[in-house]
C-alpha cells in the first residue's frame, strides 16, 4: 500500500478539500504546512516522510476555468525523480498540449470532465494518452460526467481511481462498497482510493481490499497519518 499526497489547486494556491463542495474550499494552513504555496506543500510533505508520487487537480481547469499549467510543470520540473499525477480537466487533445515536454508527468482523465463516451474515445487515440489513469468519480452517489464509462471496463486504462467527491475531506470512511464494485467489473486492474481515508486503519483495510495506492490530503495535514504509519505500510 502507497500512499499518494494530494494538492488541490484554486487560484494558484493548495486548497483544503472537503465534501465535494468546492466553492467553500480555502487555502490551506495547517500544522504541516502553514503555507499554501505549491512548492511549499511539496516540501512539507518531502520532510514528512519521501513520497515518489504526488496527485494534483488543477480544480479551476476542471470547472473549465483558467488553467495552472504553468505552475504545475514549475513544481514537476523541480522535483524531476517524483512523478506527478495531473488532473486538469482534460477534455480535449489540446488540453494535453502544456504538458507534453515533461516526463514526469501522468495524465488522469476524469469522468467528471467527458462529456460523452465517445470525448474519451477520441482522447485515448492520442499518443500521450499511453500509460493514462482514469479517475471515476462520483458524488452524493452519483456518477458524475459520462456516466457510461462506468459501464465500459473494457474501454478503462489498467489504473483507474474510485474517487468519492462526497466523502472528500470527511470522516466518514473510504467507500468500500464502490471499491469493490469496480474491482469485480475487470480482473487485473490498479485501483486507487480517493476520498474519506482517516487514518492507517483505513489503508489496513483498503490493503486488504486489494487496493495498491490511496489518495490522502487531510489525514496527512492534521496529523493522523504520521512518518511511522507511512513507513510501517511500505
Known amino acids: 500500500?502507497?500512499?499518494?499526497?494530494?494538492?488541490?489547486?484554486?487560484?494558484?494556491?493548495?486548497?483544503?478539500a472537503k465534501g465535494g463542495r468546492r466553492e467553500t474550499y480555502r487555502p490551506i494552513n495547517t500544522p504541516l504546512c502553514p503555507d499554501s504555496t505549491?512548492?511549499?506543500?511539496?516540501?512539507?510533505?518531502?520532510?514528512?516522510?519521501?513520497?515518489?508520487?504526488?496527485?494534483?487537480?488543477?480544480?479551476?481547469?476542471?470547472?473549465?476555468?483558467?488553467?495552472?499549467?504553468n505552475s504545475i510543470v514549475s513544481l514537476a520540473?523541480?522535483?524531476?525523480?517524483?512523478?506527478?499525477?495531473?488532473?486538469?480537466?482534460?477534455?480535449?487533445?489540446?488540453?494535453?498540449?502544456?504538458?507534453?515536454?515533461?516526463?514526469?508527468?501522468?495524465?488522469?482523465?476524469?469522468?467528471?470532465?467527458?462529456?460523452?463516451?465517445d470525448t474519451y474515445i477520441v482522447l485515448c487515440k492520442d499518443p500521450q494518452l499511453d500509460g493514462h489513469i482514469l479517475s471515476l468519480d462520483q458524488k452524493d452517489g452519483?456518477?458524475?460526467?459520462?456516466?457510461?464509462i462506468v459501464h465500459k471496463p473494457y474501454l478503462w486504462p489498467d489504473t483507474i481511481i474510485s474517487m468519492d467527491l462526497t466523502r472528500v475531506g470527511q470522516t466518514g470512511g473510504p467507500n468500500l462498497e464502490r471499491i469493490r464494485n469496480l474491482g469485480a467489473k475487470r480482473a487485473?486492474?490498479?485501483?486507487?482510493?480517493?476520498?474519506?481515508?482517516?487514518?492507517i486503519d483505513d489503508l489496513i483495510e483498503l490493503d486488504a481490499n486489494g487496493v495498491n495506492y490511496a489518495l490522502v490530503a487531510t489525514a496527512l495535514h492534521n496529523g493522523k497519518l504520521r512518518r511511522s504509519d507511512l513507513e510501517q505500510l511500505c
Do not use: T
Not at 1 to 16: E, K, Q, S, T
Not at 142 to 148: F, K, T, V
Open 142 to 148: 452519483l456518477e458524475l460526467g459520462s456516466s457510461d
Open 38 to 69: 505549491p512548492l511549499r506543500v511539496v516540501e512539507s510533505m518531502l520532510k514528512l516522510f519521501p513520497f515518489d508520487k504526488f496527485y494534483i487537480a488543477d480544480l479551476d481547469a476542471i470547472e473549465g476555468k483558467c488553467s495552472s499549467a
Open 77 to 117: 520540473q523541480s522535483y524531476p525523480a517524483i512523478e506527478y499525477w495531473i488532473d486538469a480537466g482534460f477534455r480535449d487533445v489540446k488540453d494535453l498540449i502544456p504538458y507534453s515536454h515533461v516526463s514526469n508527468i501522468r495524465v488522469v482523465i476524469g469522468s467528471e470532465s467527458l462529456h460523452s463516451l
Open 188 to 199: 487485473g486492474l490498479d485501483i486507487v482510493a480517493a476520498g474519506g481515508i482517516r487514518d
Open 1 to 16: 500500500m502507497r500512499v499518494i499526497p494530494v494538492l488541490d489547486l484554486a487560484d494558484g494556491v493548495v486548497v483544503l
